[in-house]
């Protein structure tokens, strides 16, 4: 039986779908106005494995993962560039659906933009404004009446009086209460808006999503996902509009996947736009394939802190390279997976224990082991398709170790070396020197040696 961590109720709790055999799910999806960085690879790559599971279990599912193409930052970067809000979100989508589908990530059966749900997204804010939830603001905002909900605060587990509005909650002028927050926002001049009962103005962030998941699954729905970073406000405040609108339960189980972290100099914090540290999912796939991304992603489990850093997608890529040089040396015979069988036994209660992909990776490398010491083409099967659930080991072995240099090749590949090389020149001119010995450790221990000169700095392998 698959078991999932509810973030509502703080426990592994067995998943049963409210249909028989019929499981939907909703997941947060990106705002489109930059490229997307490795925070949001791993939240599609995570779901995108959940979906996968589900699936695999024999779900009929049907997963919806929406896109903001509207929000102050949108707006904002548009008037930057000098240009049209629908060219620059249309050119990020496409962007984005590059990289996701560079990730190995299959599209969602619903992929709902903001701006085409405005009238279902009136028509949510008209019964909570009938139900006393909602209040038109001395601003001509329409605000959520947080205190008359009796939940507010459940998913979050805090009290109205410990909870502080979120970094994406307006603080604005008229409201009743500093918790309260904005469902409609009062047109300002030079800004895309939409006729209303309240005249005109744009939706709030938090209500896009309550609109598009009960139009496209129901009022009530099996799993909600996204990352850790939108339990509180964004999640809390979903809950609150659709409990609240339609009087039932909403979500039955709450999902949510752990920050990604950088390590960088000796110091490990969280990844994030606002300090800097943040990596594009471009600029990573320009040093590592694709499928060693999504390898690396996937070896953590979901609730876990990602820790990023070349270290770890270099061991990844050698781990990846591991798995496939034992399909090329025992070509698999396509089988399908006998789920009695042992391994595939052991591959499932992983997967069923709250997706334990790093348990279920583990099962992978044994059958690796197995498959070449027994020269079983039978074992490389069940190993090419147990590693097919979960989006991996699906290109040729030959072509996959060809492109990708092995631990036995040097490890490190040219482009990331000279990657290093520039961010040990950058530490020097900084006089960061500290910084600079540690990268030069790092490369020796990878078996690359720098030598410098008054030309500047060449490397050697050992």
Known sequence: MLKIYNSLSREKQTFVPIEPGKARMYVCGMTVYDYCHLGHARVLVVFDMVARWLRAEGYDLTYVRNITDID???IRRAAENGETIEALTDRFIAYMDEDAAALGVQKP???PRATRYVPEMQKLIRSLEGRGLAYLASNQDVCYAVRKFPGYGKLSGKSLDDLRAGERVDVAEGKHD?????????AKPGEPAWDSPWGSGRPGWHIECSAMSSDLLGKHFDIHGGGQDLQFPHHENEIAQSEGAHGCSFVNYWMHNGFVRVEQGGVNEKMSKSLGNFFTIRDVLK??????????????????????????????RQSLSRLYT???NVPPKPVAVDWNEGHAVRFKLAMEDDFNTPEAIAVL?????????????HLSGVLHALAGVLGLLERDPQAFLQAVPTAEEGGLSPEAIAARVADRVAAKKAKNFAESDRIRAELLAAGIVLEDSAQGTTWRRV
């Open 365 to 377: 490398f044994d059958l690796a082991n197995e498959a070449n010491r027994e020269k079983s083409v």
């Open 109 to 111: 059966d619903h992929e």
């Open 72 to 74: 102050d930052k949108i």
């Open 178 to 186: 500093p918790l309260d927050f904005v469902l409609w926002k009062h």
């Open 326 to 328: 034992a399909l090329k």
């Open 287 to 316: 040093q590592y394939d694709a499928e060693v991304v999504r390898f690396f992603i996937l070896r953590a489990h979901y609730r876990s802190p990602l820790n990023y850093s070349e270290a770890h997608l270099e061991d990844a």
